[in-house]
């Protein structure tokens, strides 16, 4: 996320109500996770396991829960709670302002794009050219959508990310502030759900196309005509390079990479980052000709024990 235009770190810690370290003018050009940073952002770190990554991160401001040295060229924002801290920010930058049209007036919709009866489209949101968005969709705030898209009945896109933190009396929300962007060429399948970014954009890229009932996880970037079928599960911060195919009942874990042409068979659980170019298919995931392999070894022992009884 991007501030609409730079702040001092004096006038972030003054938001947070925080101590710093760092000249007062420090330039602070938005806040993002960890794992897209970019230099002028704000980081948050709230465990010692993580600090050195935090530290070294390209992220220049870091809001951390110890008074430790700052490296050269960063700032330090600290604060006892930088979770809740990097919360108060998000709903500083990007407040939640309700809504009480169909289609917020404050939304851009392209040339011959046609929103059906009972869709929801929210604050800032853009659609491109020749668009059909089908009935009881909605499109959360500051969605960016391209041309000639197709979204079926009931999708949702912007839903928040599930991203909690256990706290002694439950789980306390990490705010999203993020985005949902579709590229051009689109199609989106019947009651599928793809979350926002926390801080940064869930990217689809151009010419992806899902089936019905898949769910998208935050901060996830799909890229150019891959191809993803029905009741498929992709958790947050998952990187789909381009022309992949995931078959039915597909489930990831986050972090991970699926390389370019890869396939996943049906029911696999893609508990890893994968190459490109392969098929794969099981749990835990391995290439598919391995893996069928093993299945028909494992018919075989029934007939191996019967050999070894009879000796």
């Given at each position: 996320?991007?501030?609409?235009?730079?702040?001092?770190?004096?006038?972030?810690?003054d938001?947070?109500?925080?101590?710093?370290?760092?000249?007062?003018?420090?330039?602070?050009?938005?806040?993002?996770e960890?794992?897209?940073?970019?230099?002028?952002?704000?980081?948050?770190?709230?465990?010692?396991?993580?600090?050195?990554?935090?530290?070294?991160?390209?992220?220049?401001?870091?809001?951390?829960?110890?008074?430790?040295?700052?490296?050269?060229?960063?700032?330090?924002?600290?604060?006892?709670?930088?979770?809740?801290?990097?919360?108060?920010?998000?709903?500083?930058?990007?407040?939640?302002?309700?809504?009480?049209?169909?289609?917020?007036?404050?939304?851009?919709?392209?040339?011959?794009?046609?929103?059906?009866?009972?869709?929801?489209?929210?604050?800032?949101?853009?659609?491109?050219?020749?668009?059909?968005?089908?009935?009881?969709?909605?499109?959360?705030?500051?969605?960016?959508?391209?041309?000639?898209?197709?979204?079926?009945?009931?999708?949702v896109l912007?839903?928040?990310?599930?991203?909690?933190?256990?706290?002694?009396?439950?789980?306390?929300?990490?705010?999203?502030?993020?985005?949902?962007?579709?590229?051009?060429?689109?199609?989106?399948?019947?009651?599928?759900?793809?979350?926002?970014?926390?801080?940064?954009?869930?990217?689809?890229?151009?010419?992806?196309?899902?089936?019905n009932q898949?769910?998208?996880?935050?901060?996830?970037?799909?890229?150019?005509?891959?191809?993803?079928?029905?009741?498929?599960?992709?958790?947050?911060?998952?990187?789909?390079?381009?022309?992949?195919?995931?078959?039915?009942?597909?489930?990831?874990?986050?972090?991970?990479?699926?390389?370019?042409?890869?396939?996943?068979?049906?029911?696999?659980?893609?508990?890893?980052?994968?190459?490109?170019?392969?098929?794969?298919?099981?749990?835990?995931?391995?290439?598919?000709?391995?893996?069928?392999?093993?299945?028909?070894?494992?018919?075989?022992?029934?007939?191996?024990?019967?050999?070894?009884?009879?000796?």
């Amino acid at each position: 996320m991007k501030f609409p235009t730079i702040f001092s770190l004096k006038q972030i810690a003054d938001i947070i109500s925080s101590t710093y370290v760092g000249i007062d003018d420090f330039p602070v050009l938005g806040m993002n996770e960890i794992h897209v940073v970019e230099p002028g952002d704000i980081v948050f770190v709230d465990h010692p396991k993580y600090y050195d990554k935090a530290l070294k991160s390209k992220a220049t401001i870091i809001l951390i829960n110890k008074n430790v040295d700052c490296p050269e060229g960063k700032a330090l924002l600290i604060s006892d709670d930088p979770f809740r801290d990097f919360n108060k920010l998000t709903t500083f930058f990007q407040p939640f302002v309700p809504n009480n049209r169909s289609i917020s007036a404050t939304a851009k919709i392209g040339k011959n794009t046609v929103i059906q009866p009972n869709a929801f489209i929210g604050n800032n949101v853009t659609i491109g050219d020749n668009c059909l968005i089908h009935s009881n969709v909605s499109i959360y705030d500051n969605c960016v959508i391209g041309d000639n898209v197709t979204i079926h009945a009931g999708s949702v896109l912007g839903a928040d990310a599930f991203y909690y933190k256990k706290r002694p009396d439950g789980f306390d929300k990490l705010i999203s502030g993020g985005r949902v962007v579709l590229k051009n060429n689109v199609d989106i399948g019947a009651l599928c759900t793809i979350d926002r970014g926390v801080t940064g954009d869930t990217t689809i890229g151009f010419g992806s196309k899902l089936d019905n009932q898949v769910h998208v996880g935050h901060d996830t970037v799909i890229g150019e005509k891959c191809l993803i079928a029905s009741q498929t599960g992709i958790a947050g911060c998952v990187i789909i390079e381009d022309e992949v195919t995931l078959w039915g009942q597909v489930g990831t874990n986050s972090g991970i990479t699926i390389g370019k042409n890869a396939v996943i068979m049906g029911q696999t659980g893609v508990t890893k980052s994968v190459a490109g170019g392969k098929s794969y298919f099981g749990t835990p995931i391995e290439e598919s000709r391995e893996k069928l392999k093993q299945l028909a070894y494992i018919k075989k022992i029934p007939e191996i024990i019967k050999k070894l009884d009879k000796k």
